[in-house]
C-alpha cells in the first residue's frame, strides 16, 4: 500500500506526514446517534477536528475506520471510557467536502471489532482492536430463528406504506443469518443504544431473537396503528355519508313542500316550550334559543348541548300548582303513627302546617332538625310530605365541596348539568314539593367555592323566588318548595347559613322510649328484613330491654335496630334449617347470639377510692358520663393533667386547684396539703379528645375528694362550670346529660341553678326517676357528693 497515492476526488490533499499504527491498529470515528451493521452503507457527516484529520488518513492510505458510538451524545470531545468498546470495521467509499467546510464519507460495514486499547499520540483516535468472527450457522436453531425472522421481515413491509421494490428483493435475496440480522436491525426504528445492544451480541442465537423481539414489537405497533387510522377513516366516511344524506333529504323535502315539518322532534320541542307556564322573560328567552336550534346543523358540536339545555327547560315545573289541602287531625295521626315520643318537635310541626294551611302563600321558616345520627330526622321529613300530601325528595350535602353542586354548571362546560336543588325539583315534577336537604353542616368549603354560600339563596324565602341557577341561566322560583334541612350538630355551620334556619333540636331517647320504639316499629320491620312472621319468633319485653341497657349506648337507636336484627338473623336460620318451628328470643339468649354484655355499669366501681367523680359531657351522638380522676404524690405542687384535654379543660382544671386551696379552711384542709405535693389529673379514655368547660365542678369535687380522703357518692353525677369565686355558672345540653346520667345507673344529678328551666325539655320519665340538685355554689357540690369532711384538718395534713 503506497503512502503517496492521491486521495479520491473530493478529498483534501495529504499532508506529507506519515503515522505508523501497529498491526492490529485501527482509525477510530466516534459518531453520534447512530450504529453501523456490517454489510450496510451508510453516510457520516463529521465535523470534529480529530474525526476529519482520521478520514482523511485513512483515504489517503486507503484504510478501513472504526466506526463507535459514543454513550453521551452532547460530549464534543469523548473520552476512551465514553466510547463503546464494540464497534464495526468500515470502508470508506467516497469522501466529499460540501459548502461551509463541511465533510461527508460514505461508509460500507464490514466486521465487528472490540477495542483492546486506545492509542495516544495520533491526530486521530486511534485503537488496537480484535476482530470478531462470525459462528457456525448450520445449528437448527439459528436456522428456525432465521425463518422467523424473515417471515415477520416480510410481514412488517406489508403494513408498512410504499415499500420500495428494492427493498423487498434485497430481503429476500440475503442468505446468510448474521448478514440478515444486521439488515433488519439496521433498518429498524429502534433507539441506538438498542441497535447498540445488537451489535454487541456476538453469539448469533442470541442476536437473532433479539432482532426477532424488536421487529415482533413493531409489528404490533404498526397494526394496532393502522387499525386506528382505519376506524378513524371509518368514522369520518361514515360521519361525510350523514352529512350528505341529510343535505339531500333537506332538498327532497324542499321539492315535495315538506320542509316546514323536516324534524318532527324539534317540532314537538318548540310546542312544549310554548305551552310551558313560564314567565314572559324566560319564554322569550327560552323561544331565542329554539330558534337558534332549528337554524343549527346537526354535525354542530353546540347542537346537542342546546337541544339538552331547552328540553332541561320543558321538563321543568313552571306553572303555580294548586296546594293540598292540610288536614291537622289527618297530619296529627300520622305524626303519632310514624313517631313514639317527640312531642315537642310534632308541637311545632303542627304549627307550622297550620301556619301553612291559614297563610299558603305565606313566607314560613326554614325548618332544621338537629341531632345525632339514628334519632329519626330524616323519617321527620318524610312524615311531614305524607301530613301534607306532597312529594317527598331528599338532597345528601354530605362532603359537598363545589359551589356548582347547588348551582349548577354554566353551560359553556362540557357535561354541564344543573344543581342538585333544579335537579330534585325535576325530579318530583312539581314545585310544591318536601325537599330535605341532608346534613347541611357537613358542606366545606374548597378552591371550587363555598357551597354553604351558594345555599343561603335557596334557604332565603325573601330570595328564593327568583332563584337562579347557573345552568338554567333564568330565575326560578322556589317559593313553593317546603324546604326542611338536618344536621348532626351547629359547631360547623356558618352562621349566616344557621340564621336562616329555625333549630329543632332531637337530643335523643330515654329507655323507655326506645322501649316502645322497638316494640312498635323496630321489631316490625326486621321482621320483614328477614322473611320473618310473628308467629315464627317473638322477642320478649325483657329482651328488648336487655338489649337496650346492655348492648347498646346511643342517642338514637340506629344500633338497637341492629341488634334486633342480628337476633332474628340467628332465629332465621334455625327455622329455615326446620330444626324449629317457632323460636322465643329472651334475656339469657342475647349472650349466646351477640356475646358477653358490652356495657355494664361501672360507676360504683369506679368511684370507691378518694379522688374519683362522675361528671357528665355532650357529645354530637348524645350525653356520655366520664370519670375525673386525681392523685397526689410528694412533690413541689405541681399541677399534671393527662386524658387528651383541651385548653378550656384544661385552664377548668387549674381553676379548681386554685379553689380548692382558697377553700381549704372551710374544708378542713391543712395549709400544706397540696404544698408538698404534685397533683395528677386523669380523664380516662384518653385517646378521645375532651374539652369544654363544664367538667369544672366534677374537678373540683375529685379535688376535694382527695384532699379529704373521702370518696365522693356513687350514685352522684354532676356538670356545671365553675369562677374563682366558687360560683356554679350553667352549661348547655342538659338533655343529653341527664338522658346518660339515667342510663348509666346515677340516682342524682347536680345540675348548675340557672339551668333548672332545661329541665323541661327532658323527658317526664327521666325526671321521675332522677333526683336534681341545683347548685349555686361549689360549696352545695362538696355536701351533696361529699357529705362532711370525714377526718380532722391534722389527719388530712399528715395524709
Not at 146 to 170: F, G, K, T, Y
Amino acid at each position: 500500500m503506497s503512502d503517496e497515492r492521491q486521495p479520491p476526488s473530493g478529498a483534501p490533499a495529504p499532508s506529507g506526514e506519515r503515522f505508523v499504527l501497529p498491526p492490529d491498529g485501527l482509525i477510530i470515528v466516534p459518531v453520534r446517534n447512530m450504529v453501523l451493521f456490517p454489510g450496510m452503507v451508510t453516510p457520516i457527516s463529521i465535523g470534529r477536528a480529530r474525526s476529519i484529520a482520521a478520514a482523511q488518513e485513512a483515504t489517503r492510505r486507503e484504510l478501513p475506520i472504526g466506526i463507535l458510538l459514543q454513550r453521551d451524545a452532547a460530549v464534543d470531545s469523548p473520552a476512551p471510557d465514553q466510547l463503546h468498546p464494540v464497534g464495526t470495521v468500515a470502508n470508506i467509499v467516497r469522501y466529499v467536502t460540501g459548502p461551509e467546510n463541511a465533510h461527508h464519507i460514505v461508509c460500507q460495514g464490514v466486521q465487528r471489532f472490540h477495542v483492546i486499547e486506545h492509542l495516544s499520540g495520533y491526530p486521530f483516535n486511534a485503537a488496537r482492536v480484535r476482530l470478531l468472527e462470525e459462528e457456525d450457522e448450520n445449528r437448527p436453531a439459528i436456522q428456525a430463528l432465521l425463518m422467523q425472522l424473515r417471515e415477520r421481515a416480510n410481514e412488517i413491509m406489508d403494513l408498512l406504506p410504499q415499500v420500495p421494490s428494492d427493498l423487498a428483493r434485497a430481503v429476500q435475496s440475503i442468505g446468510p443469518a448474521a448478514a440478515f440480522a444486521d439488515f433488519v436491525a439496521g433498518l429498524m426504528d429502534i433507539t441506538s443504544e438498542e441497535k447498540q445492544d445488537v451489535l454487541e451480541t456476538i453469539d448469533l442465537e442470541k442476536r437473532l431473537q433479539k432482532v426477532l423481539d424488536h421487529l415482533v414489537n413493531r409489528i404490533e405497533v404498526l397494526r394496532l396503528s393502522r387499525q386506528i387510522n382505519q376506524q378513524t377513516k371509518e368514522r369520518m366516511d361514515q360521519r361525510n355519508r350523514e352529512f350528505m344524506l341529510r343535505e339531500q333529504l333537506k332538498t327532497i323535502q324542499s321539492e315535495l313542500g315538506e320542509e316546514e315539518n323536516n324534524d318532527t322532534e324539534l317540532a314537538d320541542l318548540r310546542q312544549a316550550l310554548t305551552r310551558a307556564d313560564m314567565l314572559d322573560d324566560t319564554k322569550a328567552h327560552a323561544l331565542k334559543e329554539m330558534r337558534r336550534l332549528e337554524k343549527m346543523s346537526e354535525a354542530s358540536v353546540e347542537y346537542s348541548m342546546l337541544r339538552t339545555y331547552l328540553e332541561w327547560m320543558t321538563e321543568l315545573p313552571w306553572d303555580n300548582q294548586p296546594q293540598e289541602p292540610i288536614d291537622l287531625g289527618q297530619a296529627r295521626s300520622i305524626l303519632d303513627h310514624d313517631h313514639f315520643g317527640l312531642e315537642r318537635i310534632k308541637r311545632r310541626i303542627l304549627e307550622y302546617l297550620a301556619v301553612r294551611k291559614l297563610n299558603p302563600h305565606g313566607k314560613s321558616p326554614i325548618l332544621c332538625f338537629v341531632g345525632p345520627p339514628g334519632v329519626g330526622k330524616t323519617s321527620l321529613g318524610q312524615s311531614i310530605a305524607r301530613a301534607t300530601g306532597r312529594k317527598f325528595v331528599r338532597v345528601s350535602l354530605g362532603g359537598v365541596h363545589d359551589e356548582a353542586e347547588i348551582r349548577g354548571h354554566r353551560r359553556t362546560y362540557v357535561g354541564a348539568l344543573p344543581g342538585n336543588i333544579i335537579q330534585s325539583i325535576r325530579k318530583a315534577g312539581t314545585r310544591n314539593c318536601v325537599m330535605m336537604l341532608d346534613e347541611v353542616d357537613k358542606m366545606a368549603a374548597s378552591f371550587h367555592g363555598d357551597p354553604n354560600a351558594a345555599l343561603l339563596e335557596v334557604l332565603d324565602p325573601e330570595q328564593n323566588s327568583t332563584f337562579r341557577d347557573n345552568y338554567l341561566g333564568v330565575p326560578y322560583d322556589l317559593s313553593q318548595v317546603l324546604f326542611i334541612c338536618t344536621a348532626n350538630m351547629l359547631d360547623t355551620m356558618p352562621g349566616p347559613l344557621r340564621d336562616r334556619l329555625e333549630i329543632i333540636s332531637l337530643p335523643g331517647y330515654t329507655e323507655q322510649e326506645k322501649e316502645q320504639i322497638a316494640l312498635r316499629y323496630l321489631v316490625q320491620r326486621q321482621y320483614e328484613a328477614n322473611g320473618l312472621k310473628p308467629e315464627q319468633v317473638s322477642v320478649t319485653v325483657e329482651a328488648i330491654r336487655s338489649l337496650i341497657h346492655d348492648y347498646t349506648r346511643e342517642a338514637g337507636v340506629r344500633n338497637l335496630e341492629r341488634e334486633i336484627g342480628a337476633a332474628l338473623r340467628f332465629a332465621a336460620v334455625q327455622i329455615a334449617e326446620g330444626k324449629v318451628e317457632r323460636v322465643t328470643i329472651d334475656v339469657p339468649d342475647l349472650a349466646k347470639i351477640l356475646g358477653p354484655k358490652k356495657y355494664e355499669s361501672e360507676v360504683k366501681m369506679r368511684t370507691t377510692l378518694p379522688g374519683v367523680a362522675t361528671g357528665l359531657a355532650w357529645t354530637p351522638v348524645g350525653g356520655d358520663i366520664l370519670f375525673v380522676e386525681a392523685s397526689r404524690v410528694a412533690g413541689t405542687g405541681r399541677l399534671i393533667l393527662t386524658g387528651q384535654l383541651g385548653e378550656v379543660m384544661k385552664e377548668s382544671a387549674q381553676a379548681a386547684l386554685t379553689l380548692v386551696k382558697a377553700h381549704g379552711a372551710s374544708l378542713g384542709l391543712g395549709p400544706d396539703v397540696f404544698r408538698r405535693n404534685d397533683v395528677h389529673i386523669h380523664v380516662p379514655a384518653g385517646a378521645i379528645p375532651k374539652d369544654g368547660p363544664s367538667a369544672g365542678v366534677a374537678m373540683f369535687v375529685s379535688l376535694t375528694s382527695l384532699a379529704m380522703g373521702t370518696p365522693v357518692r356513687n350514685d352522684v353525677a354532676m356538670t356545671g362550670e365553675i369562677s374563682l369565686r366558687g360560683l356554679v355558672l350553667p352549661v348547655g345540653g342538659i338533655k343529653e346529660k341527664v338522658l346518660a346520667a339515667q342510663q348509666a345507673g346515677i340516682t342524682t344529678v347536680l345540675l348548675p341553678a340557672r339551668n333548672e328551666k332545661d329541665l323541661e325539655d327532658v323527658p317526664a320519665d327521666a325526671r321521675d326517676q332522677l333526683k336534681f340538685v341545683f347548685l349555686q355554689t361549689v360549696d352545695d357540690a362538696v355536701l351533696h357528693a361529699i357529705g362532711a369532711p370525714a377526718k380532722s384538718p391534722a389527719a388530712a395534713e399528715a395524709a
